[in-house]
């Protein structure tokens, strides 16, 4: 049986969701804030894992719609590479379900240090290439396919990844991206959501409260990463993959 939500809690959640929800529709990684809190609040990691799903959805349907209202709709282009980290989100999901993903964490986290590193050393990886590919690259399918299935695992930090693969592999500006990017979290999000459901590893009333605060983080942060442009969102994605990083080796736990 699940645990009472109490009254600080609902405070703590809706400050918590409005925080992820900013930084997710900025550049991703807001994860790394709701899952410890979720798990704080009482629920296990599988739990605080499922039911962190129905904020991201939120937080994805606002900022895809505040994108769409204000011009930013690279759907078209955007839709192959969305089907391909759909179908790893799917399969990521279900393997979710029943293996705990400490190892993943640990292997994430390594990679997530990485990146905040060579983005901060070399912030043209963020920059679209010269030429928009003709078409998808093997090499991009299978990145897209697997930022799918670690979305699938494990939410925490995905978005970063697919933002990166988003600009280089499709030849997107950062703000055309992270439309793209939220837009593929909100399909997929919806997919899996009804698998973690079924396994019992949703707690809805936490999860609505999370998403809440989302919702509100969501418009906020989609119209500053609108107005404010890339060179703050480099700075927010390089931010967001060490706090990623922190979270999924434990160094705040120890």
């Not at 405070?11 to 410890?36: H, K, M, Q, R, Y």
């Not at 599988?46 to 930013?72: E, I, K, P």
């Not at 697919?162 to 991206?177: C, E, F, K, S, T």
Request: net charge positive; with cysteine; charged share 10%.
């Amino acid at each position: 049986m699940l645990p009472t939500a109490t009254m600080i809690e609902w405070v703590i959640l809706l400050l918590a969701g409005g925080g992820a929800g900013f930084v997710n529709a900025i550049a991703g990684g807001g994860s790394a804030l709701t899952l410890p809190i979720l798990m704080v609040a009482g629920l296990d990691a599988s739990v605080a894992n499922g039911t962190n799903r129905l904020c991201v959805g939120a937080q994805a349907v606002v900022a895809t719609t505040t994108f769409h209202s204000s011009g930013v709709r690279p759907w078209r282009i955007a839709r192959g590479a969305g089907a391909l980290i759909l179908v790893g989100a799917v399969a990521g999901a279900f393997l979710a379900i029943h293996i705990p993903p400490p190892a993943l964490e640990t292997a994430f986290g390594v990679l997530f240090l990485a990146l905040a590193a060579l983005i901060g050393m070399r912030p043209n990886w963020l920059v679209p290439p010269s030429e928009a590919p003709a078409k998808l690259s093997t090499s991009a399918m299978v990145g897209f396919l697997a930022v799918g299935f670690y979305g699938g695992v494990f939410q925490a930090g995905v978005g970063i990844p697919m933002l990166l693969l988003l600009v280089r592999g499709l030849g997107l500006d950062l703000v055309r991206a992270n439309a793209a990017k939220v837009a593929i979290v909100l399909v997929y999000s919806a997919a899996i959501l009804g698998i973690f459901s079924q396994a019992g590893q949703v707690d809805w009333v936490r999860g609505g409260i999370l998403s809440l605060g989302g919702i509100f983080g969501s418009v906020m942060g989609a119209r500053a990463a609108i107005s404010r442009g890339a060179g703050f969102i480099r700075k927010l994605v390089v931010l967001a993959l060490i706090l990623a990083s922190v979270k999924a080796l434990g160094i705040l736990d120890a």
